[in-house]
T-cell receptor
């Protein structure tokens, strides 16, 4: 089946810990994205990548880091510098066509809770 | 600032009625427009995409786009309780997708 997988589904972090959220896609999409969603809020872009070995900061990149070593994978690390990391984290991907009919699809999400 | 505005609701409609969801956007360069449905605790699911002015129908869903007015809407005909969810509007003016905060819809049996 083609799609986007995220793991783990639930993640608990202690204060001061770094944690890494996994995102893998087999849709052959060039672009991948990380969003954060807080209760009752919209999606806020953390980082996005249009191509392997390149990525750009979104609106709320502070306290997060990413890598894009493979087309299929775009892991997100939530560092201890992120003061309020409890949220629902969504990974998405798209073909990255400029204009045209590019469409974004989402993985199932990871719910991170700080203990 | 590339803003996407939606009425947060909640919007309540009786079963079988038409639900109308609205969205306005600020960037006139936006070329692609999307509606996603998000059930509580789940990730967004694509319902409709629209790229040209006018209407696009898919089953019980109709998306309407008016670029001159910077307005996109979603109509849900014959609303069902299973349509109860939050509906997110998204636009893509360049490399990024921009989302509204969503409209919560409740279909009352």
């Amino acid at each position: 089946d083609g799609g986007i997988t995220q793991s783990p589904k639930y993640l608990f972090r202690k204060e001061g810990q770094n944690v890494t959220l996994s995102c893998e896609q087999n849709l052959n999409h060039d672009a991948m994205y990380w969003y954060r969603q807080d209760p009752g809020q919209g999606l806020r872009l953390i980082y996005y990548s249009q191509i392997v070995n390149d990525f750009q900061k979104g609106d709320i990149a502070e306290g997060y880091s990413v890598s894009r070593e493979k087309k299929e994978s775009f892991p997100l690390t939530v560092t201890s510098a992120q003061k309020n990391p409890t949220a629902f984290y969504l990974c998405a991907s798209s073909m990255a066509w400029r204009g045209g009919t590019d469409t974004q699809y989402f993985g199932p999400g990871t719910r991170l809770t700080v203990l | 600032q590339k803003e996407v505005e939606q009425n947060s609701g909640p919007l309540s409609v009786p079963e079988g009625a038409i639900a109308s969801l609205n969205c306005t956007y600020s960037d006139r360069g936006s070329q692609s427009f999307f509606w996603y449905r998000q059930y509580s605790g789940k990730s967004p699911e694509l319902i409709m995409s629209i790229y040209s002015n006018g209407d696009k129908e898919d089953g019980r869903f109709t998306a309407q786009l008016n670029k001159a007015s910077q307005y996109v809407s979603l109509l849900i005909r014959d609303s069902q309780p299973s349509d109860s969810a939050t509906y997110l509007c998204a636009v893509k003016p360049g490399n990024q997708f921009y989302f509204g905060t969503g409209t919560s819809l409740t279909v009352i049996p």
